[in-house]
């Protein structure tokens, strides 16, 4: 039961988070550039972002909750076993060590993007143009991440 309600959970959080990205990149962002006005661009664009930020980390920390759950009550693999040679010998262990990376790399660029470029960001074209770059590499990095999790549950490459 524990790990489907975890399983739950997490395909609910990457789904709402990677979701919201892709809303933000492929609807509020183009809508905003129809607007004529630079600053109230900013605005709409920071409003959004803050109120979509509290839930993207709400989904982030139930993902990094979520995962070690399941790895360890489908998998049997414990935190500190994720570090073991033996496992990373397997393909699975090489993709869960590859996948576990892209997390630790969004996590750490999601954390830069939303707490020092997204408020420098507000004041400044050339921060603006780097959180931008941030984001979208997100997205990407978020989406490569649900495919080695494909890649994972058949057995990793």
Not at 13 to 32: K, Q, T, Y
Not at 49 to 64: E, V
Not at 128 to 155: S, Y
């Amino acid at each position: 039961m524990l790990f489907k309600l975890a399983l739950f959970l997490h395909i609910l959080s990457a789904i709402f988070w990677i979701g919201g990205m892709l809303f933000l990149v492929l609807v509020v962002a183009p809508f905003l550039q129809s607007l004529p006005d630079p600053r109230e661009r900013s605005k709409i664009y920071q409003t959004v972002g803050k109120k979509y930020r509290l839930y993207g980390w709400i989904a982030i920390i139930i993902l990094l909750v979520t995962g070690p759950i399941m790895l360890y009550t489908f998998y049997g693999i414990s935190p500190g076993a994720i570090f073991s040679r033996q496992l990373h010998a397997s393909p699975f262990g090489k993709t869960l060590a590859v996948k576990l990376a892209f997390v630790a790399i969004i996590v750490t660029t999601s954390l830069i993007h939303d707490f020092w470029l997204g408020p420098k960001a507000r004041s400044s074209p050339q921060f603006t143009a780097i959180a931008k770059i941030f984001g979208r590499g997100n997205l990407i990095l978020a989406l490569l991440i649900v495919i080695l999790a494909v890649i994972l549950r058949a057995g990793g490459f």
